[in-house]
Nanobody, 115 residues
Framework: QAQLVESGGGLVQTGGSLRLSCVAS????????MHWYRQAPGKERELVAS???????IYKDSVKGRFTISRDNAKNTVVLQMNSLKPEDTAVYYC?????????WGQGTQVTVSS
């Protein structure tokens, strides 16, 4: 059974860093494009960063230069390194895997940035 499990969220002050991890099981991880989304209270879920199976990346404009997405296919893991965090980065962060019509979401991890 496919499963994505995120970890690494928490409370951090403005300017701090957090490292989110998402471990996949039950899927052929190397074939999937992996994404990080986030959803703040009262707002729609939005795409933060994506990484293809060959390592190409894209980022939401507001996180460029601060966030880095990476993957380790041997460990079925995708990581979002978040630096220089701002209060507006506060949200629940979700891992999302997509390969054709096969899609899976993680349960989310809360990130709170205090001012």
């Amino acid at each position: 059974q496919a499963q994505l499990v995120e970890s690494g969220g928490g409370l951090v002050q403005t300017g701090g860093s957090l490292r989110l991890s998402c471990v996949a099981s039950g899927i052929l991880f190397s074939q999937y494009i992996m994404h990080w989304y986030r959803q703040a209270p009262g707002k729609e879920r939005e795409l933060v960063a994506s990484i293809t199976n060959d390592g190409s990346t894209i980022y939401k404009d507001s996180v460029k230069g601060r966030f880095t997405i990476s993957r380790d296919n041997a460990k079925n893991t995708v990581v979002l390194q978040m630096n220089s965090l701002k209060p507006e980065d506060t949200a629940v962060y979700y891992c999302y895997a997509k390969w054709g019509l096969r899609t899976y979401w993680g349960q989310g991890t809360q990130v709170t940035v205090s001012s």
